[in-house]
């Protein structure tokens, strides 16, 4: 059985080296199990003693995806144990979550090739590095709702850095969005053609890389990256809906989750995309709905230390008391798609249950 993240280090000038860390279950998209989760963060903390090692770079087997999210169906099977043990539940974020956290501090620039899909644990690597990378095949997302959780993996953090409204979309809806999109909302800063992992990777070798100083290596890779706008190519196929529907989602977005609800409810979308982000909306958890909108709120002005906390606390008690492990039976284990949720509107959920959740 192959490896499930393969390490490799790439030789740049001098004697500085590229740590690599590839995902390595193609045939999941390369969701995060916690095995994987372990093993990324000793080689993190290993790099991190090596003065040699100048910078770490994320990438996906394959050209599906980078990443497709947390593998939860490991978690889902612990909750619907004959004997549940929520030791395991705590044990799988809690160091899903020390990974995410330790990228964001890392103290040598981390790079994400992020082709293809890139959704929640993914979301939640990608978002953690310094350069973020899209091609015109990636395709990002935050779809926890369909599983009766909340954008997690610091989601509490980086979609309060965005524009509320976009902010509350991605959320709420789980939609796809396209590198022009992501690029738009600042999610991503790098846009570069698939074919251009090579030709991006060895320049690479042109950066003036300082071991000891992050900041000084960053301006200079900035630099490099930034002269390769030839790259980049065509893209008269990708849509920026960001731009093209803002209008629209800033109206749509306003106000409380119930009237938000009722808007949604009432609102004619004139774009497959747009008619997809309100079905996925109406077929998601309720509750999550509320505990999504609620989470956002109270950490406009949270730092990352105190959004990885309040995540664990509220992914926890969602695992146990929340609609997740329904969501992922029917999205994920059986299949069915058609998830029997705690309450059926958001204008039914009971509030002291999501009271209860978030505190």
Known sequence: MEAP?????????????????RLNTPTSLN???????????QQLQVWKDDEAIVAVWLEGEGERAFCAGGNV?????????????????????????????GLHTYPKPVICWGQGIVMGGGMGLFMAADIRVVTEASRLAMPEIAIGL?????ASYFLNQIDVTWA?????????????????LEMANVLVSQESKNALLESLDKVHWDGRDKARSLVSLKQVISS?????SPLNHVDNHVKEHAVEIASLM?????????KIRQWQPETAWLNKAKQSFLSGSALSAHVIL??????????????????????????????????????????????????????????????????
């Open 31 to 41: 969701a995060l199990s916690l095995q994987m989760v372990e093993l990324m963060s």
């Open 5 to 21: 993240i393969r390490v490799f280090e790439k030789a740049l000038k001098g004697s500085h080296k590229l740590g690599i860390i």
């Open 228 to 232: 390769l706008s030839q790259l980049l």
């Open 254 to 262: 306003a106000g409380s989750i119930e009237e938000i609800d009722q």
């Open 150 to 154: 909340f954008p997690d993996v610091g």
């Open 294 to 359: 609620r989470q956002l709120e109270a950490h406009r002005q949270s730092n990352l230390h105190q959004v990885f906390e309040s995540e664990l606390k509220l992914i926890t008690a969602l695992c146990h008391k929340g609609d997740f492990a329904e969501g992922v039976r029917a999205l994920l284990v059986d299949k069915d798609k058609s998830p029997k949720w705690r309450f059926s509107k958001v204008t039914s959920v009971n509030l002291e249950d999501v009271g209860q959740i978030l505190f």
């Open 168 to 184: 509350r979309f991605i959320a709420l809806t789980g939609c796809h969005l396209s590198c022009l999109d992501a690029m738009t």
């Open 73 to 101: 169906v490991e978690v889902y099977e612990s909750v619907v144990a004959k004997t549940p043990n929520p030791a395991i539940v705590e044990d799988y974020f809690e160091k899903e979550y020390a990974l995410d956290f």
